[in-house]
């Protein structure tokens, strides 16, 4: 499964939009990129995924560039809930076992 | 909306006995999987498991860990002689196919 680089950390404003880059230049043409969040050693906590296309959901939208080499999630208006470690992994659509490789993520923290 | 339980939340025990963590993973979900967490340190995976055996497993899944389904709803960890290097907190997580996974809230391990 590809390598993604994710910032160490970053902090956003309540009631602003975080935005969460994370490269993974080496993806391949069948691998989804995956994100997740962790709340205070909580279990990870599923937010959206996509293949090439851009996506929304509830939670957030997911923003993959055209050659697929990054993406950027958006938490369009953070609370002091959205704290957390999110995780960016990417994984092939074909895995025969699933399996997660979570990185050390990005800590955001909303601020007051 | 359905969730991955997971029993005990606390375990405390001596090292050298055993341990049995249990999940009830998504009632319709057909993938299970064990990772763990030492404090402060990354989201590992440990073992996958479809169609009543075992897909896949990392390094770390050695002798004195095993994995059972021993009814249609649970999903059990078992780790026969514990190390104190077994502490950590341990998440089940499940999934319909080889997507997305849902994790449960996880079972903090103690051994001393």
């Known amino acids: 499964d590809a390598k993604t680089t994710q910032p160490t950390s970053m902090d956003c404003a309540e009631g602003r939009a975080a935005n969460l880059p994370c490269n993974h230049s080496t993806i391949s043409g069948n691998e989804y990129v995956y994100w997740y969040r962790q709340i205070h050693s909580q279990g990870p906590q599923y937010i959206i995924h996509?293949?090439?296309n851009n996506e929304t959901n509830e939670m957030a939208s997911l923003i993959i560039t055209e050659d697929r080499k990054s993406s950027t999630l958006i938490l369009p208006h953070a609370t002091l809930r959205d704290t957390a470690v999110y995780y960016c992994?990417?994984?092939?659509?074909?895995?025969?076992?699933?399996?997660?490789?979570f990185g050390q993520g990005t800590t955001l923290q909303v601020k007051p | 909306e359905p969730e991955v339980t997971q029993t005990p939340s606390h375990q405390v025990t001596q090292m050298g006995q055993e341990v049995i963590l249990r999940c009830v993973p998504i009632s319709n979900h057909l993938y299970f999987y064990w990772y763990r967490q030492i404090l402060g340190q990354k989201v590992e995976f440990l073992v996958s498991f479809y169609n009543n055996e075992i897909s896949e497993k990392s390094e770390i899944f050695d002798d004195q860990f095993s994995v059972e389904r021993p009814d249609g709803s649970n999903f059990t960890l078992k780790i026969r002689s514990t190390k104190l290097e077994d502490s950590a907190m341990y998440f089940c997580?499940?999934?319909?196919?080889?997507?997305?996974?849902?994790f449960g809230p996880g079972t903090r391990l103690l051994v001393l």
């Open positions: 997580a499940s999934s319909e196919l080889v997507g997305t996974q849902y």
């Open positions: 992994i990417v994984r092939a659509r074909s895995s025969n076992t699933g399996k997660l490789i």
């Open positions: 996509g293949l090439k």
